[in-house]
Nanobody, 125 residues
């Protein structure tokens, strides 16, 4: 079992910065690829970023490439999403998710088996 809890959401001005954190319980965190997804009102959940188990490989949605950075600290069982220069269209509930141990990482939400409850990010113009 893995429990994920996001934090760091809130209100940010466009062009500012915000860092989301996702704390994981359990002893398998360091063997799991992790991802961030988001869901805006009236829209489907969409992929934002993913990172492999070691942190050596990352993958981003085109919409956030160059602005957002995913990273992880396996000693702290935590994955981060640094959001720089956010835009109003980045407003959404952000979720972190965990892949099964030793799986690859990617954009397909159906391959992630644990999810956090989400944290709201609102970007004002």
């Amino acid at each position: 079992q893995v429990q994920l809890v996001e934090s760091g959401g809130g209100l940010v001005q466009a062009g500012g910065s915000l860092r989301l954190s996702c704390a994981a319980s359990g002893r398998t965190f360091s063997s799991r690829a992790m991802g961030w997804f988001r869901q805006a009102p009236g829209k489907e959940r969409e992929f934002v970023a993913a990172i492999n188990w070691s942190g050596g490989s990352t993958y981003y949605a085109d919409s956030v490439t160059g602005r957002f950075t995913i990273s992880r600290d396996n000693a702290k069982n935590t994955v981060y999403l640094q959001m720089n220069s956010p835009k109003p269209e980045d407003t959404a509930v952000y979720y972190c998710a965990a892949q099964p141990p030793t799986s690859g990482y990617g954009f397909d939400a159906s391959t992630y088996d644990y999810w956090g409850p989400g944290t709201q990010v609102t970007v004002s113009s």
